[in-house]
């Protein structure tokens, strides 16, 4: 067992060992421009290609219905603006969760900086988005766009996309799915107009997104015109990593179904321990409808980055959405937007190969811990 | 507008960041009676969420947040028990 057991795959996933080895392959085989028509470059494009349909087949797409990214967060910003931007005809009104990742909201602030209106809409204590309210905000004339997350990145609810897609489907309006954190793990919800995903939280190299538009969809980047990427994400394409990234795709993706099993039995110990081992914590999240890997939960009275300190001397990289912990010096959206508690919080994401006992560790020495700060605050 | 309970107590929490707002509030509010208003003085943006949510786990009501004029909220919470 190693000496500090890795809890933040929501964060990012470690390299799969498949992508380590498709990634050295590549950085030989297919560094050429795959635009070109000699030889090296054929070879390239040929890698470059294989790699988008073994993708788009994981993630229910057709081939020419994705294109690769520098990140899951420029995929949003792409997808978010370049079908705003192609249907601008039809409205400048863009509907999102108030839980979604914050290339989502950034993304959206620009649209409303640039004259366009965006309604976020709220969610349940557990963060799961209210249906009824999304329902009637995609209802509303002049809707261009909505967007809404597959799982919550830091409390692992499940959001219900296909329910949502319906709904969009019956106003005509296409529904941005935010995959990050189910795809590799999950299969991918029925009724995404777009899609995004980002390689490294499935085990691939870090600067790979994927941005796919399914067909029909009316999209136009907002960016200069480039002739990559079926115009949709401008710049030379990242051969080596994308071909890395596939191959961590099909690796996780044919564990999955065994390996997320095992790591939901590990999640669901946690959320049922903690609040018998630590007094005063509420766990945060669906207990059921949940992304299999991510647990939070916050320790009433406890300074959210001290706890982080004092796991990290302990051998445990974990996340918080504590304010203390951000360098913005704000509580996490999503937190804020649930109505939980803020401070004292951490969030675990167990990665493939995490074990049993390492979980088991952590359990053994979290109570004493958060006795410990509460103690130096002065809390009896 | 409804009619704010004037508080039995205010504690000035101002300048102080979470979790030290919530522990001088669950430390103080046995200081006032039962159905007494407990003023939580603060500008820490996370009191703003983390009181109401102290008050759904320990059973007591958030009555409601003011905005105050120099910055925060007066955040007040009647005792239940």
Same mark, same amino acid.
């Given at each position: 067992m190693s000496l500090v057991a890795y809890f933040d795959a929501?964060s990012s996933e470690p390299l799969?060992?498949?992508? #380590?080895?498709?990634?050295?392959?590549?950085?030989?085989?297919?560094?050429?421009?795959?635009?070109?028509?000699?030889?090296?470059?054929?070879?390239?494009?040929?890698?470059?290609?294989?790699?988008?349909?073994? !993708?788009?087949?994981?993630?229910?797409?057709?081939?020419?219905?994705?294109?690769?990214?520098?990140?899951?967060?420029?995929?949003?910003?792409?997808?978010?603006?370049?079908?705003?931007? &192609?249907?601008?005809?039809?409205?400048?009104?863009?509907? %999102?969760?108030? !839980?979604?990742?914050? =290339?989502?909201?950034?993304?959206?602030?620009?649209?409303?900086?640039?004259?366009?209106? /965006?309604?976020?809409?709220?969610?349940?204590?557990? &963060?799961?988005?209210?249906?009824?309210?999304?329902?009637?905000?995609?209802?509303?004339?002049?809707?261009?766009?909505?967007?809404?997350?597959?799982?919550?990145?830091?409390?692992?609810?499940?959001?219900?996309?296909?329910?949502?897609?319906?709904?969009? @489907?019956?106003?005509?309006?296409?529904?941005?799915?935010?995959?990050?954190?189910?795809? &590799?793990?999950?299969?991918? $919800?029925? &009724? +995404?107009?777009?899609?995004?995903?980002?390689?490294?939280?499935?085990?691939?190299?870090?600067?790979?997104?994927?941005?796919?538009?399914?067909?029909?969809? #009316?999209?136009?980047?907002?960016?200069?015109?480039?002739? *990559?990427? *079926?115009?949709?994400? $401008?710049?030379?394409?990242?051969? $080596?990593?994308?071909?890395?990234?596939?191959?961590?795709? @099909?690796?996780?993706?044919?564990?999955?179904?065994?390996?997320?099993? @095992?790591?939901?039995?590990?999640?669901?110990?946690? *959320?049922?321990?903690?609040?018998?081992?630590?007094?005063?914590?509420? !766990?945060?999240?669906?207990?059921?409808? #949940?992304?299999?890997?991510?647990?939070?939960?916050?320790?009433?009275?406890?300074?959210?980055?001290?706890?982080l300190t004092e796991l990290d001397k302990a051998g445990f990289a974990v996340s918080?959405?504590?304010?203390?912990?951000?360098?913005?010096? @704000?509580?996490?959206?999503?937190?804020?937007? /649930?109505?939980?508690? %803020?401070?004292?919080?951490v969030?675990v994401s167990l990665p493939r190969g995490a074990s049993?006992a390492e979980v088991d560790r952590f359990?053994a020495v979290l $109570?004493?811990l958060?006795?410990?700060?509460?103690?130096?605050?002065?809390?009896? | 507008?409804?009619?704010?309970?004037?508080?039995?107590?205010?504690?000035?929490?101002?300048?102080?960041?979470?979790?030290?707002?919530?522990?001088?509030?669950?430390?103080?509010?046995?200081?006032?009676?039962?159905?007494?208003?407990?003023?939580?003085?603060?500008?820490?943006?996370?009191?703003?969420?983390?009181?109401?949510? +102290?008050?759904?786990?320990? =059973?007591?009501?958030?009555?409601?947040?003011?905005?105050?004029?120099?910055?925060?909220?007066?955040?007040?919470?009647?005792?239940?028990?």
């Open positions: 929501a799969h060992p498949q992508a #380590r080895e498709a990634l050295l392959a590549a950085i030989d085989a297919g560094w050429a421009d795959p635009a070109r028509l000699y030889g090296q470059a054929r070879r390239a494009h040929l890698l470059l290609e294989q790699a988008r349909t073994e !993708v788009a087949e994981a993630l229910g797409a057709r081939p020419d219905e994705v294109s690769f990214t520098s990140s899951g967060t420029q995929a949003v910003h792409l997808g978010v603006l370049g079908t705003l931007h &192609g249907r601008r005809r039809a409205g400048r009104h863009l509907v %999102t969760s108030a !839980v979604e990742h914050s =290339s989502v909201l950034h993304a959206g602030a620009l649209h409303e900086r640039d004259g366009g209106t /965006m309604e976020t809409v709220g969610v349940s204590l557990t &963060g799961r988005v209210d249906l009824g309210s999304f329902t009637a905000a995609v209802a509303r004339p002049g809707t261009a766009l909505a967007c809404l997350q597959t799982a919550n990145h830091e409390v692992g609810t499940l959001q219900p996309v296909a329910e949502a897609a319906e709904a969009c @489907r019956e106003h005509g309006v296409p529904l941005l799915v935010d995959a990050a954190q189910t795809a &590799g793990r999950m299969p991918t $919800p029925p &009724g +995404w107009s777009v899609l995004t995903a980002s390689a490294h939280k499935w085990g691939g190299p870090a600067g790979v997104g994927v941005l796919a538009v399914r067909k029909g969809t #009316r999209f136009r980047s907002f960016l200069p015109e480039d002739e *990559r990427e *079926r115009r949709r994400v $401008p710049g030379f394409e990242n051969v $080596p990593a994308v071909v890395a990234a596939a191959a961590a795709l @099909r690796a996780t993706a044919a564990e999955a179904e065994r390996e997320q099993a @095992r790591i939901s039995e590990l999640v669901a110990r946690i *959320r049922e321990t903690v609040p018998e081992i630590v007094p005063d914590v509420e !766990v945060i999240g669906d207990p059921v409808e #949940r992304a299999p890997h991510i647990v939070t939960f916050s320790c009433l009275y406890v300074d959210g980055e001290a706890l918080s959405g504590s304010s203390c912990t951000a360098s913005t010096l @704000r509580p996490s959206h999503v937190l804020e937007a /649930m109505g939980v508690l %803020t401070h004292g919080n969030r049993a359990l $109570p004493e958060v006795r410990r700060i509460r103690q130096d605050a002065g809390v009896a | 507008m409804t009619e704010v309970t004037q508080p039995a107590l205010t504690i000035d929490a101002l300048g102080k960041k979470c979790p030290i707002p919530i522990i001088m509030l669950a430390e103080q509010i046995n200081y006032v009676p039962l159905n007494a208003v407990v003023a939580v003085l603060a500008d820490d943006p996370a009191a703003y969420t983390d009181v109401p949510a +102290w008050c759904r786990l320990k =059973s007591h009501r958030h009555v409601g947040s003011y905005e105050l004029p120099e910055g925060g909220w007066a955040i007040h919470v009647r005792r239940n028990y």
